[in-house]
């Protein structure tokens, strides 16, 4: 039978040692390829998505300053000079001055009325078992599939019989129905990624349960609220069709109600450019609103995935 010799292991050095070390294997060179390849895919689609975002919103400001002969003869050029009678002539002339302070009561009203009633709300679902939990959780969720369009006009009747039709109070009661489900859907989820060992500690203290929720829980679940908050508050400054059926008082305008006013009348006049004054008037506060709470809801996002 015939074998393989093996060869002997090399002697070592006098004053030296043998030891093995274990070399970790190269990556190789085709997955560091793909990897830059999508990585420059990935990129250049985001910067995509940037310019097709940014320059709309670049462009209706900078038309904002330009006369109607401007806007026409030369759409994609800067403005000879600002023109900010734009502006005054849509704020005093076109109403929106009262347009906005409607929405602003509106919102304002229904922001607040949401955020209370639907943490107390979440809060309940996520921190206490009692029979028929779920099947109130699951309520709510059902009324996140509901198209709003069919409980338009049984919302109409029910609005006018309680006699809140074409009125502010009315229009913010609707918002909070509108806006709970998704609320609660929410908050539900953030509550439950809080500790318990602090409401524990504070009923042990003596602390009641309105107590611990407004003092300790609900301060805890600031990221949570304040990401809700600005989609709630996008939602419903953006909401058309809603007063478009429920408020029909010309006194009452929302600010979407008053931009479709402005549009139709302009455009028998021929002022487009108090037209985009008053549309950039309408996107400065839903973008001051994510300007300055950004990082708060990115944290509130993220925070119902990290235990």
Request: proline share 6%; glycine share 8%; no cysteine.
């Amino acid at each position: 039978m015939k074998t393989t010799e093996t060869p002997a292991p090399l002697p070592a050095e006098s004053g030296a040692t043998v030891s093995k070390v274990d070399v970790a294997p190269a990556r190789p060179a085709v997955e560091t390829k793909e990897g830059s390849v999508l990585n420059v895919f990935s990129h250049g689609m985001l910067v995509l998505w940037a310019i097709m975002v940014v320059l709309p919103l670049l462009w209706a400001v900078m038309t904002s300053f330009k006369d109607d002969a401007s806007i026409f003869g030369s759409p994609w050029s800067l403005p000879d000079r600002l023109h900010f009678d734009n502006w005054s002539r849509a704020w005093t002339q076109a109403n929106m001055s009262d347009y906005f302070l409607n929405t602003v009561l509106v919102v304002g009203g229904s922001l607040v009325g949401t955020l209370v009633l639907g943490s107390m709300a979440a809060y309940v679902l996520a921190r206490f078992d009692f029979p028929g939990n779920r099947f109130i959780y699951f309520l709510f969720i059902g009324g996140m599939s509901f198209p709003i369009m069919l409980a338009l006009v049984p919302l109409f009747y029910v609005v006018n019989n309680m006699g809140l039709l074409n009125t502010i109070h009315g229009l913010i009661l609707v918002y909070i129905a509108y806006s709970l489900p998704f609320t609660v859907f929410f908050l539900t989820a953030f509550f439950r990624t809080l500790p318990t060992s602090v409401a524990e500690a504070a009923f042990v203290d003596g602390a009641s349960h309105t107590r611990t929720f407004f003092q300790i829980m609900l301060p805890m679940a600031k990221p949570g609220l304040i990401s809700v908050g600005i989609f709630n508050f996008l939602g419903q400054w953006n909401q058309y069709m809603l007063p478009t059926v429920l408020n029909t008082d010309p006194d009452k305008r929302v600010l979407t109600q008053g931009l479709v006013q402005l549009a139709v009348s302009q455009g028998y006049k021929g002022d487009w450019s108090g037209l985009f004054a008053g549309l950039v008037m309408a996107m400065l506060p839903v973008l001051a609103a994510y300007i300055v709470f950004q990082r708060q809801v990115v944290a509130g996002l993220t925070a119902g995935a990290l235990k």
